[in-house]
């Protein structure tokens, strides 16, 4: 399993910014994935995360409205489009697969190695 984000960088303030992850390994359709960050000096912090198929998703309250979570199933791709970037959006990006089809916080096995964003005028 490999795990690949991109997309990460320094954006302003009220800007926006599309992570990228890139799958292989695994059959990505199969799998609920998820998008977690940790912030200089915080704790990890469930961000999105979504269903195999899509249908169901799921969004942190400090990032609900700004953020979209998305997969391309073809592309073995999950994506974060971060949009009305905060300071306090700052921190490591990390993708991660779900054990299952279901997306549940927290029920992950294999992580990316983070991408890296930075809000700051």
């Known amino acids: 399993v490999q795990l690949v984000e991109s997309g990460g960088g320094l954006a302003q303030p009220g800007g926006s910014l599309r992570l990228s992850c890139a799958a292989s390994?695994?059959?990505?359709?199969?799998?609920?994935m998820s998008w977690a960050r940790q912030a200089p000096g915080k704790g990890l912090e469930w961000v999105s995360g979504?269903?195999?198929?899509?249908?169901?998703?799921f969004y942190t309250d400090s990032v609900k409205g700004r953020f979209t979570i998305s997969r391309d199933n073809a592309k073995n791709t999950l994506y974060l489009q971060m949009n009305s970037l905060k300071p306090e959006d700052t921190a490591l990006y990390y993708c991660?697969?779900?054990?299952?089809?279901?997306?549940?916080?927290?029920?992950?096995?294999?992580w990316g190695e983070g991408t890296l964003v930075t809000v700051a005028s």
């Open positions: 979504m269903d195999s198929d899509g249908s169901s998703t």
């Open positions: 991660a697969k779900g054990y299952t089809s279901t997306y549940n916080e927290g029920d992950v096995d294999y």
């Open positions: 390994g695994f059959t990505f359709s199969a799998y609920a």
